[in-house]
């Protein structure tokens, strides 16, 4: 009957608006077994992948300490950074391990934890072709093309502040910086970090302005209906600073990115 495939379209439908959203408690983790984290595995020094095909970088190492802390396995998940959000939301993952900045615009689809690492947006140049440049706002001029991490709030940060210069979004952070080196691109806008990692690759061809022109909490991603596990998370995130374990993890990691000359 012609009525009947209608029906069951519309049956679909309400039970798909009523299907309860993805969830996990520290209970329901720790019953389970293994802990799922998502990552993009392409930013050094806070995640990365080892010449053996395992996970390393301050981010890994603070996942490790949670999953122990849990008192279960950990699971990665390599993703590609745009992606992990909606598989944060999918339930694929539990939480996004990521070296991501909690931004008000994320934090209208995802719960952010308290900040672990603080940064900021600086400016790694092409040395002929942006040689006049001092600071983030000379490049907003139509004669200026900057690079950008697409999805990235280093490619927000652009498009607001610097709508007239050339904005190229490239999927690799490695990418963006090449653009620099070879000239492409005048400019390349990311974290502190890893604009001073990219510019000892290209010493030859690039500069750095290093004084960084936005706040950048980083925050781990979780789903806003998991309360339960966002508390416990913070509460780990408290007692790993208080007890020095989250200053050891910098030391170890961050050790040799002090400031480095224009």
């Not at 009947?4 to 009523?18: E, S, T, Y």
């Not at 998502?38 to 990365?48: I, L, Q």
């Not at 940064?119 to 001029?141: P, Y």
Request: with cysteine; glycine share 6%; charged share 30%.
């Amino acid at each position: 009957m012609k009525w009947f495939p209608v029906v069951l379209i519309l049956l679909v439908m309400i039970l798909a608006g009523c299907a309860k959203p993805p969830s996990a408690t520290p209970e329901e983790i720790e019953a389970r077994g293994y802990l799922v984290i998502g990552t993009e595995p392409e930013f050094r020094p806070f995640e990365y992948r080892t010449p053996d095909g395992g996970y390393a970088g301050f981010d890994m190492d603070l996942a490790r300490m949670l999953a122990e802390d849990l008192g279960v396995e950990l699971k990665i998940e390599n993703l590609s950074f745009d992606s992990l959000i909606p598989e944060l939301q999918s339930g694929k993952i539990d939480i996004i391990f990521s070296g991501m900045t909690a931004t008000e615009e994320r934090a209208q689809t995802i719960a952010f934890s308290t900040s672990y690492f603080q940064t900021g947006l600086c400016l790694l140049l092409n040395k002929e072709n942006a040689k006049d440049v001092q600071s983030w706002e000379d490049l907003n001029d139509p004669r200026f093309t900057i690079a950008v991490k697409e999805a990235t709030t280093g490619d927000k940060v652009v498009r607001e502040r610097m709508p007239k210069a050339k904005r190229v979004a490239l999927g690799k952070e490695t990418d963006c910086a090449m653009e620099v080196a070879t000239g492409r691109a005048h400019a390349f806008v990311y974290d502190k970090l890893s604009i001073i990692k990219n510019h000892r690759a290209h010493l030859d061809t690039t500069r750095v302005i290093l004084e960084t022109f936005t706040r950048e909490p980083y925050a781990l991603g979780l789903r806003q209906n998991d309360e339960a596990l966002l508390a416990y998370v913070n509460d780990f995130l408290e007692r790993v600073r208080a007890d020095g374990r989250l200053k050891a993890l910098g030391e170890k990691h961050f050790e040799g990115y002090g400031d480095e000359e224009r």
